[in-house]
């Protein structure tokens, strides 16, 4: 045999040893796993904890403290100076002109009839006057308003009983029942009263039982917020206006509150119906308890036309005070004589602004005084 036929056999074996090993090293990876074995899934990833948005914190609302009556009366009677300087200016002009002619007197009497005095209360002063002058002889300014001061005094009558009902009686709250026609600034008024007894240290609720005009119990509730006074309502609108007044006065009783004050829908005197349904809302809430106070709401700028107003709410729902609106607007306020001259009915209180606390108790000497300044 020659070497390279031995070269060829040793390289076979060497081919074959080498294909044997390598097909015992690859047995061995497939075997264990090798690199063909899938790789373990990594853990899940747990996702970082979100935290929850809470809603943005509402404003604590602030409770407003009313001013004090007393302290209203002294601005009030500022502001009321200078609505009605022309006709106090007027007045002592004439009168204390030096010249007390039939003329002159006549035009006195036309300047207080303007005022809505009122013609009978108008006469009854100028008369009153020219017997005063006779008597004394006397037309100096100084004499001369105070006459008129007494006189326009005794027409207003500082006598009657202007006291709200505000206070619980034996076991039960007060029931206050606010009407007028509409845009006699009923709602806001019924408001601004509970700021007044608010300041006077009253436990108030309130009802609305306006369920007619849109909106006006949103309106009637903001001011009881603003004071913290609770407000009971419906929860739609044209609900039945007597059951929301008669859950108002249960409300009340069961919170032991002082006073319950009840809105209600604006309403013409001259519509039968509507004084009828008015009529309702008084009989419901007195199947519980009396009503004590039943306020008429004026627009002293509506003059003589508030005297008819008041006429026919009387007969309906027996009117026990006025409240005169707007008084700072025209010198209407002979219109304060007029009512309660044919009615022997008080103006309780009066509204001299748009500001919440521009209500407060009538005075007759303050009322007068300030027509004069």
């Known amino acids: ?40 899934a990594p853990p899940p990833t747990v996702p970082a904890e979100v935290e929850e948005e809470l809603p943005p914190l509402q404003p604590t609302p602030t409770i407003e403290r009313p001013e004090a009556p007393e302290g209203r009366l002294a601005r009030l009677r500022a502001r009321l100076a200078r609505s009605n300087t022309a006709m106090g200016k007027g007045l002592l002009a004439l009168l204390a002109g030096g010249r007390l ?25 100028v008369e009153r006057l020219r017997q005063r002058v006779a008597a004394a002889g006397k037309t100096d300014e ?43 600034g009923k709602t806001t008024t019924a408001g601004k009263l509970a ?4 300041a006077e240290d009253k436990d108030v609720v309130l009802g609305a039982a306006d369920t007619f005009r849109a909106a006006a119990a949103d309106q009637l509730q903001t001011w009881g917020e603003r004071v913290g006074v609770p407000t009971v309502r419906s929860d739609r609108d044209g609900a039945d206006p007597a059951a929301v007044a008669f859950d108002a006065v249960k409300a009340a009783r069961d919170l032991e509150a002082d006073v319950v004050v009840i809105d209600t829908a ?18 419901v809430v007195e199947k519980q ?7 008429l709401v004026l627009d002293a700028t509506t003059g003589q036309n508030g005297l008819r107003q008041a006429q026919v709410f009387t007969e309906v729902v027996g009117v026990t005070g006025i409240v005169l609106t707007k008084l700072d607007g025209t010198a209407k306020g002979g219109i304060v004589v007029a009512v309660q001259r ?14 919440p606390d521009d209500l407060a108790p009538f005075d007759a000497e303050t009322f007068v ?5």
């Open 342 to 355: 044919d009615l022997g009915v008080p103006v309780k209180l009066v509204g001299l602004g748009e500001g």
């Open 142 to 184: 100084a004499t001369m308003r105070a006459w008129l001061r007494e006189e326009l005094v005794a027409l207003v009558d500082p006598s009657l009983d202007r006291d709200l009902a505000s206070s619980r009686i034996e076991d039960r709250p007060a029931c206050i029942l606010v009407v007028g026609v509409n845009g006699a």
């Open 369 to 373: 005084d300030a027509i004069l300044d």
């Open 289 to 295: 308890q009396p009503i004590d106070e039943v306020l």
């Open 195 to 198: 700021r007044v007894l608010v």
């Open 266 to 283: 604006g309403r013409l005197h001259t519509k039968v119906g509507l004084m009828d349904e008015l009529g309702k809302v008084k009989r």
């Open 1 to 40: 045999m020659s070497w390279i036929d031995t070269a060829w056999e040793w390289a076979a074996v060497i081919i074959g040893i080498l294909v044997v090993a390598g097909g015992i090293i690859a047995g061995l990876f497939r075997g264990r796993g090798g690199a063909t074995k899938d790789l373990p």
């Open 101 to 125: 002619d039939e003329e002159t007197w006549e035009a006195v009497e036309d300047t207080l009839i303007t005022a809505d005095l009122g013609v009978d209360a108008s006469t009854q002063v």
